[in-house]
């Protein structure tokens, strides 16, 4: 890890990342997810469709050394988790006012 922030620092003068996420393979649907079968995706695609934080908190919910299952109905329970938690946030505060 160490040594990777090392090369990026090396390589753009600056670190603009602080962590790094590792996680296992990564299927769709529970199968292989590659270019060659077609059923791949990149960030950009996601995040058309779902917020980034929803991208985020579905990585983040994986433990690092098990393979991460893409689904629709994955990234819409992140988002709904996500979500909940801003209106839950929203609601105390206003709330207190």
């Not at 962590?19 to 296992?24: F, P, T």
């Not at 960030?43 to 893409?70: D, G, K, M, Q, W």
Request: hydrophobic share 35%.
């Amino acid at each position: 890890m160490k040594m990777r922030l090392l090369k990026r620092v090396a390589a753009c003068h600056e670190a603009r990342v602080s962590y790094w996420l590792h996680n296992g393979h990564v299927t769709n649907n529970n199968e292989k997810m590659s270019k060659s079968l077609g059923n791949s995706f990149t960030i950009r695609e996601i995040t058309v469709r779902y917020h980034p934080l929803s991208l985020r908190h579905f990585l983040l919910s994986a433990h690092f050394r098990t393979p991460l299952n893409y689904s629709n109905f994955q990234l819409e329970s992140a988002s709904d988790a996500v979500y909940y938690v801003y209106n839950t946030l929203q609601e105390c505060e206003d709330a207190s006012v």
